[in-house]
């Protein structure tokens, strides 16, 4: 056998292995996850709805013109935005503040590290009950007498259900640094500790070797951690929920789709409204992807 | 190595506390105030004139014993650790085959996978829960706990694909290759040279997974209905909230038990990871 021809096999043989070995995933996401996604894109070109009278209608595009052309929508997108990027941002620069400071030694760090865990460990449903209880505390005390005022003083400058909104973000803050935090410190670990090194004796400044050397290399990590914070800021559900007691006066796109399809029961319309996003999502993964795997790598 | 005074060494430890402590506290805050309302009183509870910080009319016990006595947390706590043991597990390893064959094999398409794959995490759970209802029910796995070690690893396999993947990038391919040199098939180089280099990836890929099984709600709350078959996170929630009444005192009680498991993983690796961190860190 010539030595192309051994190379060729041996390229096979490794195709037929990346394929084997992505089996089990396909398997899984094929089997449990197909029918749920199809079901959502068709259910949004139709008039779904458990409450109409007579079948369903196929309604092609329907659902998503009248969202367009409802003000109610561009409110919640918005929101939405706004509180996906705000989130994202201090949540990155929190989390990455984190890391750094608990890559190098000090005395105590173990338990700092712990309570920098904790938010992100603590199941959030039951954590925003805490938190629910400390920024809208529901029954009298004195507390929360001055929260109460705290509350309606930011309502008044900045509208009905700002404090709400305010709480959802600060909730979504304190639990994302903290899972960004340990991502990157994660990531940080990954990175050979000579590379670190190297870096320190070759950059001028603290600065300068954070750009040119530390966010370089922990770009899939920031990346990952991006992307899942756009995705749960824009779908954020429960914790909106739980914060709001269900009231909710600063929508997001998330908490408007539950509710159109929960209490108006009009599923199709619902589904086009959380596909909606999935555009927007789909830019920020693939630009995500470049970042994590930049082309010229995959050339090699 | 370059000799740091001990000047600097102080100094640079006051920042990193400096810097921390306020983040310590606006972190620790919430739990400080559930344990403290935990133990306390109804009577003080309600009492407008009481100082909601401190408990000033002595701890009590009973928040706690209402939980174990009048619902089922202990099966509650027992479900969720054999749901999140089981899908944790199934998870990891899927993603360990899935995140070695994107990041080393090169095949045509793996960057179209890895898209598809991620592909899942973009359509909103918002709804996901409706029509995946329906794949438990024909699954036959309605009100069950196998419900959800099915249906976790759909959102816990892309996230550790992704997270192993960056890891397995790190290792240098020149290890790898002088593995398969010397005669070694991929399997065993993945097995025997890959997968210890990356153990601190896999933990981490553990505990991220244990802790979103742990704390999974909308398919707990919406795939099961029998109170034995809940899991801690939604026993707690559903069982001590009953319309608007909140049973305030054993929420906070449940809310703190319930995380214990938690807490108690992370502490079991706590030495695992930073020991880890400083065995780079000193050497800098």
Request: net charge positive; with cysteine; glycine share 8%.
């Amino acid at each position: 056998m010539s030595s192309r021809a051994r190379v060729t096999a041996r390229r096979r043989r490794e195709v037929g292995l990346a394929y084997l070995l992505l089996a089990p995933t396909l398997l899984l996401l094929g089997g449990v996850l197909a029918y749920p996604l199809g079901w959502e894109v068709w259910t949004s070109f139709t008039s779904l709805s458990p409450r109409q009278e007579g079948g369903t209608a196929f309604v092609g595009l329907e659902n998503y013109r009248r969202h367009l052309e409802d003000p109610q929508f561009w409110i919640a997108a918005t929101v939405t935005v706004v509180h996906a990027v705000v989130t994202t941002v201090a949540k990155l620069a929190l989390g990455l503040g984190f890391a750094l400071l608990l890559a190098r030694p000090f005395r105590g760090r173990a338990l700092v590290f712990l309570a920098v865990f904790l938010p992100w460990a603590y199941p959030a449903s039951v954590s925003v009950i805490g938190w629910y209880w400390t920024l809208s505390p529901p029954i009298t005390t004195a507390y929360s007498v001055f929260m109460g005022t705290l509350k309606y003083a930011v309502d008044g400058a900045l509208g009905t259900g700002a404090w709400a909104f305010l709480s959802v973000t600060l909730f979504n803050i304190w639990r994302g640094s903290s899972f960004i935090g340990v991502l990157l410190l994660a990531g940080i670990n990954a990175v050979p500790p000579e590379l670190f090194e190297y870096a320190t004796l070759e950059s001028k400044s603290a600065w300068q070797r954070f750009w040119v050397v530390t966010v370089p290399l922990l770009r899939p990590f920031l990346a990952l951690g991006v992307f899942l914070s756009l995705t749960t800021g824009f779908a954020d559900l429960a914790n909106v929920w739980m914060l709001t007691a269900g009231r909710i006066v600063f929508p997001i796109i998330g908490t408007h789709a539950y509710w159109l399809a929960i209490k108006a029961g009009e599923f199709g319309s619902a589904s086009a409204l959380s596909l909606m996003l999935v555009p927007f999502l789909l830019a920020a993964l693939l630009v995500l992807f470049r970042l994590f795997d930049p082309p010229e790598r995959e050339a090699a | 190595m370059i000799a740091r005074s001990r000047g600097a060494r102080i100094r640079s430890n006051v920042f990193a506390y400096a810097n921390l402590a306020p983040y310590v506290f606006f972190v620790l805050f919430p739990f400080y105030f559930m344990v403290v309302t935990s133990f306390k009183s109804n009577a003080e509870l309600y009492n407008l004139k009481s100082i909601p910080f401190w408990i000033q009319s002595g701890a009590i016990m009973d928040h706690y014993a209402l939980l174990f006595q009048k619902t089922d947390f202990v099966t509650w706590m027992k479900n969720s650790l054999l749901v999140a043991t089981v899908a944790t597990t199934a998870s990891v390893i899927i993603s360990i085959l899935a995140g070695y064959s994107l990041a080393r094999l090169r095949f045509r398409g793996a960057g179209s996978f890895g898209t598809a794959v991620f592909i899942t995490y973009l359509v909103p759970q918002t709804l996901l829960f409706l029509p995946l209802s329906q794949v438990v029910a024909w699954l036959g796995l309605s009100d069950s706990i196998l419900a959800l070690m099915i249906t976790y690893p759909t959102f816990l396999v892309p996230f550790c694909t992704w997270l192993l993947m960056g890891y397995f990038r790190t290792i240098p391919r020149e290890v790898e290759e002088c593995a398969l040199v010397d005669g070694a098939t991929r399997m065993q180089t993945l097995w025997k040279v890959v997968l210890p280099m990356a153990v601190p990836g896999i933990i981490c890929a553990v505990l991220f997974s244990f802790t979103l099984c742990w704390n999974e709600f909308t398919y707990a709350l919406t795939f099961i209905s029998q109170s034995a078959n809940k899991t801690a996170v939604v026993g707690v929630t559903s069982d001590l909230i009953r319309g608007d009444i909140y049973f305030w005192g054993s929420l906070m009680a449940g809310a703190l038990l319930a995380s214990i498991p938690i807490v108690v993983v992370y502490v079991l690796f706590l030495d695992y990871y930073v020991s880890g961190l400083t065995a780079g860190a000193v050497k800098g």
